[in-house]
């Protein structure tokens, strides 16, 4: 009981911060358009990109292939709760893999 | 040990909620170029024709496992994952036609909700996430050994109830890996659940490719056992090789580990090499000190060595092979493994 208690608890606090962190990571206004607005930039996503993708998907498994951008989009999101990637990481893998 | 895991719990949430929270505009900019591909529904999964020949006897193993992805909008998503298998034995042991049932499951379904950048909140019927061959490597077409480790029984399988987990950089060189869960009781047929809880955590160096980690889970039911589990894997940058391991122990249900080595011939002077990986895997078990509490287990002390080779013919098909000895005081035996894996995905929708 006293674990349930506790997991109650945690889920509380952890709903408390998800709703701040909510409001911190909404997204702010845009200057830039929606790919990097730079060469330089775009470079620079890529390459991280890239790294964190070998890194992290060959963890588990042979990296795959580059999927079709919107199937590339829900598997990521899949791996990020499958295999507990970061925000960032999802970020730079999703950008690496669909550009 | 309630006392310990109930502070574990709260300090899990409490280093949460003290993580500063912010956003750069390098952040927001890359974000956006991100979200620009709308994700959309699709149908994967993996199939899989396994034979496998232990002590002689041999058991037709074919599987198919769709998962199901479907985003409900930007932070929620739904995901499913059912398996059929179908064990076909021959009718008199080493002769006579093959039978067998077809076994149906469903492993997950679950809502995630992407709370921030820190925490995800799953609900419904999740893979237990005890060491990481159950939530990471058992499907067919991602395992590198196809046989279960021995140990796979202990803390494993499915849950039915509440998960907070999330992927945190603490700094470039360190990732904290973490998962707190609480499953209640079900003994509803295909959604069958032990009433547990438990965490995982690991520490991921990326920049090394190394992750550590442990796993606790408490019983909440018949002899309230506890189970205790850690994890080792790495690939070294500069070689295609890949270490893991993953240790268990339970005083009642028993105790034991494997590891196993995989290397792929990438460098290889010959093309054709490239595609091949060679697999290694040894393990032991010792049994606990209540017989029979886990029927999925061995009933006596076991030792297993395995040794194969995995073909990736594309992103999609395997093919493989591999032997395997294992050694009880009740006699030794040979395990034999030849196949196919394939793995899917189908865009249930417009994918451009």
Redesign the interface.
């Known amino acids: 009981m006293?674990?349930?208690?506790?997991?109650i608890?945690?889920?509380t606090?952890?709903?408390?911060?998800?709703?701040?962190?909510?409001a911190?990571?909404s997204?702010?206004p845009?200057?830039?358009p929606?790919?990097?607005?730079t060469p330089e930039?775009n470079l620079r996503?890529m390459m991280e990109g890239e790294k964190?993708y070998r890194?992290?998907c060959?963890?588990?498994?042979?990296p795959?292939?580059k999927?079709?951008?919107?199937?590339?989009?829900?598997?990521v999101?899949?791996m990020?709760?499958?295999?507990?990637?970061?925000?960032?990481?999802?970020?730079?893998v999703?950008?690496y893999m669909?550009? | 040990m309630k006392r310990a895991l109930a502070r574990l719990c709260l300090v899990i949430a409490v280093c949460i909620g003290l993580t500063p929270l912010g956003t750069t505009q390098e952040t927001a900019d890359l974000r956006a170029a991100a979200d620009e591909a709308k994700p959309i529904p699709i149908l994967s999964g993996g199939a899989a024709f396994v034979p496998t020949w232990d002590s002689g006897d041999p058991t037709l193993v074919s599987i198919v496992s769709p998962v199901l992805l479907v985003p409900v909008s930007r932070n929620l998503m739904f995901e499913s994952r059912a398996e059929f298998e179908g064990d076909f034995v021959r009718r008199n042991g080493n002769s006579g036609d093959f039978t067998g049932a077809i076994e149906k499951s469903l492993e997950y379904a679950e809502f995630d909700y992407i709370g921030n950048k820190y925490i995800t909140f799953t609900a419904g019927r999740f893979l237990t996430p005890f060491n990481i061959f159950n939530e990471r490597l058992y499907p067919n077409w991602i395992r590198d050994t196809q046989t279960d480790p021995l140990i796979y029984p202990i803390g494993t399988g499915s849950d039915n109830g509440l998960m907070i987990r999330g992927g945190v950089s603490l700094d470039p060189n360190i990732t904290l890996n973490y998962a707190v869960y609480f499953s209640a009781l079900s003994t509803i047929h295909h959604l069958e659940s032990e009433r547990h809880a438990g965490l995982r955590a690991g520490l991921f160096f990326p920049h090394h490719r190394l992750e550590i980690g442990f796993s606790e889970q408490h019983v909440l039911q018949d002899a309230r056992v506890n189970r205790l589990g850690s994890y080792l894997e790495w690939q070294p940058a500069r070689v295609p090789f890949d270490l893991r391991t993953e240790g268990t122990y339970s005083r009642e249900e028993g105790d034991g580990l494997w590891i196993e080595g995989a290397y792929r011939f990438r460098n290889a002077r010959a093309s054709l090499l490239h595609r091949a990986q060679v697999v290694a895997r040894t393990q032991v078990f010792h049994v606990g000190t209540v017989a029979g509490i886990n029927p999925d287990l061995p009933t006596i002390d076991t030792r297993r060595t395995e040794g194969g080779l995995n073909y990736y013919l594309n992103d999609g098909w395997k093919a493989l092979a591999s032997y395997g000895r294992t050694f009880t005081a009740a006699g030794n035996s040979n395990i034999w493994t030849v196949g196919m894996t394939y793995r899917f995905v189908i865009p249930l929708g417009p994918a451009q």
């Open positions: 006293k674990i349930l208690r506790a997991f608890f945690a889920l606090i952890a709903a408390d911060v998800a709703y701040a962190g909510s911190a990571d997204p702010a845009i200057s830039q929606a790919t990097a607005s930039l996503w964190r890194t992290n060959g963890r588990c498994h042979q795959p292939h999927f079709e951008p919107r199937v590339m989009a829900t598997a999101r899949h990020r709760v499958r295999g507990m990637l970061t925000d960032e990481d999802m970020k730079y999703l950008y669909t550009h």
